[in-house]
């Protein structure tokens, strides 16, 4: 069985929080993705398949509404937002990204439904949280970036602040809002009572725990510094083939590396680079980032590769798309797989899941279609469909 | 449920060391988990490697280490000898949960495979935590956060063109696969409270950020085209961007969606007659022409502070932040000043440490955080409370080198 097979969530998050229910739904939850009639905002965001617009053809909706399935529900007509007060009524888990306030004025927040639900864990997505001067400033990926002071340290030091790929500070939010839920699904099953609880999530503030290291607070408060651009970035070294890759050398492993150098022609005297090391490792000698540029230049990247791993040094090759897809380890370990989708007749490629790490393999299920569940879902809550198409 | 400490009761065993394994274990121990930090002289962290300012070796101060360990215990054990190992027996027999960030191979070394493992303890949840994966051709290699990062294929579509690959200055999977770490872990407790079995989680640090990129990848597949790189831009906004403003190295970001916001930022910035310009009046034809539109909006925002700027956009409901830097973070930002907090070793009692809080914050209310434990702290706690080891089969530990 799946870890949370059993738990139900209502899904009802934008692009900022959806990777938060995607991981609930990975671990085995029951995510029910609740819909306007139009469709999710998610559904009409680019790139598309195809570069063609429609709302079974969003990227990303396709990737992060994988094994949910799709209720629709419009939460303007009062007849719908009774149903979704059941479900509410009945369900283990909320998860929505709506605006501070704006659950409470459909009788959606927290305390309203606690009432009704004590057992309910209810988990908010905003740019800033609940309270604050902020709170009801509207974001996005980049100002959560540029407030949480993760953008300032990130890209080259002649260029702007550069954002990462891949909405990172949705991912962030998300990543801490699905932690917190389990938090919380422990916390329940440990108390009596079986209550559930409240989960304030700020983009900004879970953003900022990347810069932890770069941005390290007590850069400034021990040593007065304020970390500047390009951050912690070690070196990525060019190789003959033009290709990139990174390497690392310990201080333990500081001499092999030296004799590497010595042994491709370059002329050192190793007693005397022992001597220079620095104390917090080879890498910051600028000497050490030259000899590396010089290696790399002359080897091919997998030759490159192959030398550094027999010296047991760390490198890692700096991947493109084109050069995942034909990585060995990662064939090898199956990291990627194709998932058949019949509606739009050509298969998706996945990532595999995020969470699976469990001896337990995640499968993953193609993104619902707008409604598909609608009445198996009504039915499973006991509620009927009228002919005048009211839900009861 | 008590939301300041919801996992009361769980006991983890913790090999982890540096970074991601340590914050992995961080966030439970801040809601209640017992982390029992196993730790020897012949292996150290190096987040164990500060120095004082007279030169002294400061284990207690390093700013990461006392941010990765809090609320955690600290026991100092030479693995090496048969007693140190059978201790370890006697605490995986008592524990939850034990995590790793070894290479593969190390554990098993010491005799404490999962096989072995749960032979001591069927219902052990081990957590394997290693750079690349357990098994497969990369297992082996040692890695840092950076290169796992610029391995999952993040640089590649991250700045701009013509650029060496850069990524985002940070070591950004130290600070993802802590969260991994905590979930599955939760997700497997949840699981054996239903079947009673323990079982052994692989958390391959890239084969956990590869994922972070999946509608990336699921471009990649359809289109067989190299995403491009990023460039602060997105195609759902436009304009979208960092914007130059008043000062030296002062940006504020700005993110405009709709027509309606275009229009307010056209009237904003005081340039109403773009909006029935041609080229800008549909989404689709501002982002061909974004360039021009990036260079006007420039014009704007190079005059006026950035603070200024978010708080001008934001009346009129159009996403904007000040990018800050640390000591505005730190100092200004009205809604990170909850965030950090001061504590203090007692084997440093003049050094304030300053670490950061816990985003999850369970009723709105961010916990204050237990200081990260000195080097073998909790020895006495381990020894005595735990596994009922008298104060002379103590010392007698001690003397022989087993325990520091």
């Given at each position: 069985m799946a870890s949370l097979s059993g738990i139900k969530v209502l899904d009802m998050t934008n692009e900022s929080g959806a990777f938060a229910s995607r991981i609930l739904a990975d671990l085995g939850a029951d995510v029910i993705l609740i819909e306007p009639p139009q469709g999710g905002r998610i559904r009409n965001l680019a790139p598309f398949l195809d570069n063609k617009k429609?709302?079974?053809?969003?990227?990303?909706?396709?990737?992060?509404?994988?094994?949910?399935?799709?209720?629709?529900?419009?939460?303007?007509?009062?007849?719908d937002l009774k149903v979704l007060k059941k479900l509410a009524s009945e369900i283990d888990i909320i998860i929505e990204t709506f605006a501070p306030g704006e659950m409470a004025k459909f009788g959606l927040d927290y305390n309203t439904l606690k009432k009704i639900n004590p057992k309910l864990i209810y988990v908010s997505i905003t740019p800033y949280g609940q309270h604050g001067d902020w709170k009801n400033r509207t974001g996005n990926d980049l100002t959560a970036a540029a407030s949480s002071g993760l953008v300032f340290v990130a890209g080259q030091s002649k260029d702007p602040p550069t954002q990462a790929a891949g909405d990172q500070s949705y991912k962030m939010a998300s990543l801490a809002a699905t932690s917190g839920v389990l938090i919380a699904l422990i916390g329940r099953q440990s108390n009596q009572k079986n209550t559930g609880t409240y989960i304030d999530i700020s983009i900004q503030e879970s953003t900022s725990m990347a810069a932890l290291q770069t941005s390290n607070a007590n850069h400034f408060t021990r040593d007065g510094n304020i970390p500047q651009r390009p951050g912690m970035t070690r070196g990525v070294f060019k190789c003959a083939d033009g290709k990139w890759t990174t390497l690392n050398v310990s201080s333990d492993r500081y001499k092999i590396f030296l004799n590497w150098v010595k042994d491709s022609g370059i002329n050192i005297n190793i007693d005397y680079e022992m001597s220079k090391i620095n104390?917090?490792?080879?890498?910051?000698?600028?000497?050490?980032?030259?000899?590396?540029?010089?290696?790399?230049?002359?080897?091919?990247?997998?030759?490159?590769?192959?030398?550094?791993?027999?010296?047991?040094?760390?490198?890692?090759?700096?991947?493109?798309?084109?050069?995942?897809?034909?990585?060995?380890?990662?064939i090898e370990t199956k990291q990627f797989s194709d998932v058949w989708h019949e509606h739009l007749n050509q298969?998706?490629?996945?990532?595999?899941?995020?969470?699976?790490?469990?001896?337990?393999?995640?499968?993953?299920?193609?993104?619902?279609?707008?409604?598909e569940h609608t009445n198996d879902i009504l039915e499973e809550f006991k509620i009927k469909l009228k002919k005048n198409g009211n839900k009861e | 449920m008590n939301t300041s400490l919801p996992l009361k009761g769980i006991r983890i065993l913790d090999f982890c060391w540096v970074l991601a394994g340590p914050l992995g274990t961080r966030i439970l121990a801040n809601y209640g988990a017992e982390i029992i930090k196993i730790e020897t002289d012949t292996h150290q962290s190096s987040k164990r490697t500060g120095i004082r300012p007279d030169g002294t070796p400061g284990p207690n101060i390093d700013p990461l280490y006392n941010n990765a360990n809090t609320g955690k215990k600290s026991f100092t054990v030479n693995l090496k000898t048969k007693e140190g190992k059978n201790i370890i027996k006697q605490l995986i027999s008592i524990s939850d949960v034990t995590t790793n960030n070894f290479r593969p191979s190390v554990m098993g070394k010491l005799g404490f495979d999962y096989e072995s493992l749960k032979?001591?303890?069927?219902?052990?949840?081990?957590?394997?935590?290693?750079?690349?994966?357990?098994?497969?051709?990369w297992s082996n290699i040692r890695t840092l956060g950076?290169?796992?990062?610029?391995s999952s294929g993040l640089n590649s579509i991250t700045g701009f063109p013509e650029r060496p690959p850069s990524g985002m200055g940070v070591a950004y999977p130290d600070f993802t696969t802590p969260y991994i770490i905590a979930t599955s872990i939760l997700a497997a407790l949840l699981e054996r409270s239903t079947t009673g079995k323990g079982q052994e989680l692989n958390i391959g640090q890239l084969a956990t950020a590869i994922p972070l990129l999946g509608v990336e990848w699921m471009q990649f597949k359809s289109t067989?085209?190299?995403?491009?790189?990023?460039?602060?831009?997105?195609?759902?906004?436009?304009?979208?961007?960092?914007?130059?403003?008043?000062?030296?190295?002062?940006?504020?970001?700005?993110?405009?969606?709709?027509?309606?916001?275009?229009?307010?930022?056209?009237?904003?910035?005081?340039?109403?007659?773009?909006?029935?310009?041609?080229?800008?009046?549909?989404?689709?034809?501002?982002?061909?022409?974004?360039?021009?539109?990036?260079?006007?909006?420039?014009?704007?925002?190079?005059?006026?502070?950035?603070?200024?700027?978010?708080?001008?956009?934001?009346?009129?409901?159009?996403?904007?932040?000040?990018?800050?830097?640390?000591?505005e973070t730190l100092l200004i930002d009205p809604h990170m000043q909850n965030h950090y907090q001061h504590v203090v070793q007692p084997s440093d009692k003049d050094l304030d440490i300053v670490i950061d809080k816990d985003p999850i914050k369970f009723n709105s209310k961010q916990n204050d955080l237990t200081r990260s434990p000195m080097m073998g702290e909790h020895n006495n706690y381990v020894l005595n409370d735990l596994l009922n080891i008298s104060k002379k089969e103590i010392d007698k530990l001690i003397s022989n080198g087993i325990i520091k």
């Open positions: 429609g709302i079974e053809r969003s990227l990303y909706h396709l990737h992060h509404n994988a094994n949910k399935r799709s209720l629709i529900l419009d939460i303007s007509n009062d007849n104390t917090e490792g080879p890498m910051l000698v600028p000497k050490v980032l030259n000899f590396t540029k010089t290696l790399a230049s002359t080897l091919n990247r997998t030759d490159f590769l192959e030398k550094a791993w027999s010296l047991d040094l760390m490198a890692l090759p700096v991947n493109d798309f084109h050069d995942l897809k034909e990585n060995n380890h990662l298969t998706l490629g996945f990532s595999k899941s995020i969470v699976d790490v469990f001896e337990k393999k995640i499968r993953l299920n193609r993104a619902p279609l707008l409604g | 032979k001591i303890n069927p219902k052990i949840i081990m957590v394997n935590i290693p750079g690349c994966s357990v098994k497969g051709p950076n290169m796992i990062m610029g067989g085209i190299q995403p491009e790189k990023k460039q602060n831009r997105d195609l759902n906004f436009c304009p979208h961007g960092l914007y130059p403003s008043k000062g030296k190295d002062q940006w504020c970001a700005i993110a405009v969606k709709t027509d309606r916001e275009w229009k307010n930022l056209c009237k904003i910035i005081d340039r109403p007659e773009l909006i029935n310009n041609n080229k800008f009046q549909s989404h689709s034809n501002r982002k061909t022409n974004e360039n021009e539109i990036d260079a006007e909006l420039s014009k704007w925002t190079i005059n006026i502070n950035k603070w200024e700027i978010a708080n001008i956009l934001q009346d009129h409901g159009i996403a904007s932040a000040a990018v800050e830097d640390l000591q």
